[in-house]
């Protein structure tokens, strides 16, 4: 290669991204009991991250286009150092929330520029290498993540996790600076503004308003008042992309049941494959008494599965169309949440451990084809629009996925506990309620609200399996080649 500097600073960049969608997870009951947080503010912590990503990554990589990819991409690690201070130094959960968002946007400004800085770098073989290398990075950053993030939480605390980026950030924007050249997009672009905050608000609204309905019930005021407001923010969204000379999505796309089917897969991978680990990692800790390094080392199962068949994806099923691979995928994810539905008062978490395993070999299934899939689509000149649709669906339905799975958690442990109690248990807060119920009682509760969620996700994963089989029928779409502007766009952290 000619040079690994530019590929060394994006690659370093991206490693720190990446590691904070999943560091976090591992670390939420020692926030719980730092910082007196309810299960609400946990579910924040991490959709604000989420949602933030989501929400912006269409509109910044735009402007990045314009103002130029590296300083864009400066812009948001220094951002994302100064959040994650923030982060760290958070004496109370809104400080914590307001400050993942923040980093939820620094980070939105680095991933819609990161590819295409390597893609202005780079060229033929080289370009290929240094994708190569690029997804081995985000793969481990992903791997990392919670074993990391445990041993931060056990060792220094958990506050660490968030302080480790800082020297890092520093490294990130010293090798930008000395090895990275400035590039734009084509001339003549605009930003969508209005369609970037139109969208956010959709996105945010719902989230609240699925957050909510585990607080108040699905009929409270607050709860309609959040979906209504929503519905109003979608209608403002579709407005705005029918009359903008370069909308965000080009809402012709859904006219294709190609494209609506990958959205669709898009939408329930993240929120069914991953939806649930936070609440793994409260159930592990605080109901089995494990430590951080150890409740994080139970997620490796789906970790090692997922990177091994991604791997092998590329090479055995090179051809294989990508309806075959990214709904069979989702159903096998489908399946095995299904699977983790065997808990009770005496399980363990190797209870988990098969349906992790299917959970793994399905996302590893779908990861590396759903780029392909995206661009197949649609037509050429529409790629890159397709593959941030792509990944903006993935990062909101993994929000999502962790708002309803709270949701449905907490309304079925109400069911033999009341309300407060219920949601302090699932926030992290057995120790506090062992006066009051027995530990049997806590167990079973917890149990049977985590295969309750899981149902739920798993007959999500079925359904939206079925519908990718069904929609998507580009006979070869597994074998196209995305291009970096793509690539940019499809490789979510979660």
Aim: proline share 5%; charged share 10%.
């Amino acid at each position: 290669m000619r040079t690994s500097g530019p590929l060394t600073a994006v690659c370093l960049s991206t490693f720190m991204l990446l590691l904070d969608a999943t560091i976090v997870v591992v670390a939420l009951p020692d926030m719980a009991r730092s910082l007196h947080a309810s299960l609400n503010d946990l579910q924040w912590v991490v959709d604000g991250y989420a949602l933030a990503l989501a929400a912006l990554l269409l509109g910044i990589g735009a402007a990045a286009d314009i103002l130029g990819r590296r300083r864009v991409h400066i812009a948001g690690v220094a951002l994302f150092a100064a959040a994650s201070l923030m982060c760290g130094l958070a004496s109370g959960p809104g400080t914590l929330v307001a400050a993942r968002a923040l980093q939820g946007v620094g980070g939105a400004a680095m991933y819609a520029t990161t590819l295409p800085l390597l893609g202005s770098v780079y060229r033929g073989r080289q370009r290929s290498a240094a994708l190569g290398i690029w997804g081995a990075v985000s793969g481990s950053a992903a791997a990392v993540g919670p074993v990391l993030g445990g041993a931060l939480t056990e060792g220094p605390g958990w506050r660490w996790i968030f302080f480790v980026n800082l020297p890092v950030s520093v490294a990130a924007v010293v090798l930008m600076l000395r090895a990275v050249p400035e590039s734009r997009g084509p001339r003549g672009m605009r930003i969508d503004w209005a369609g970037t905050l139109a969208f956010a608000g959709f996105a945010g609204c719902t989230t609240y308003g699925v957050v909510r309905a585990g607080v108040d019930g699905w009929s409270s005021a607050t709860t309609l008042g959040s979906f209504g407001l929503a519905t109003l923010a979608l209608a403002l969204f579709v407005m705005v992309e029918c009359r903008v000379a370069h909308p965000l999505l080009d809402l012709t796309l859904l006219r294709k049941p190609a494209f609506v089917g990958v959205m669709t897969g898009a939408l329930a991978f993240s929120g069914v494959a991953f939806g649930m680990t936070p609440y793994f990692s409260i159930w592990t800790q605080t109901l089995l008494g494990m430590s951080p390094v150890h409740g994080g080392m139970t997620l490796l199962p789906l970790t090692f599965a997922s990177m091994t068949v991604a791997i092998l994806v590329g090479r055995l099923l090179h051809g294989v169309p990508a309806r075959l691979t990214i709904g069979g995928g989702i159903l096998l994810i489908g399946a095995g949440t299904l699977c983790e539905a065997v808990l009770n008062v005496g399980s363990n978490w190797t209870a988990l451990m098969p349906g992790l395993v299917l959970v793994g070999i399905g996302t590893g299934l779908v990861s590396p084809t759903v780029a392909g899939a995206a661009l197949a689509s649609v037509p050429p000149e529409r790629a890159g629009m397709a593959g941030g649709a792509v990944n903006t669906f993935r990062q909101l339905g993994y929000a999502l996925g962790v708002a309803a799975c709270g949701t449905v958690l907490t309304s079925h442990m109400q069911t033999t506990m009341s309300h407060d109690s219920a949601h302090a248990l699932a926030g992290g807060g057995a120790a506090a309620l062992r006066g009051v119920f027995s530990e049997h009682t806590l167990r079973s509760a917890f149990a049977s609200g985590l295969n309750a969620a899981l149902v739920v996700a798993g007959l999500t994963g079925i359904v939206a399996g079925a519908l990718v089989l069904i929609l998507v029928r580009q006979p070869r779409a597994a074998v196209v080649q995305p291009t970096p502007e793509v690539l940019e766009k499809t490789a979510a952290p979660s």
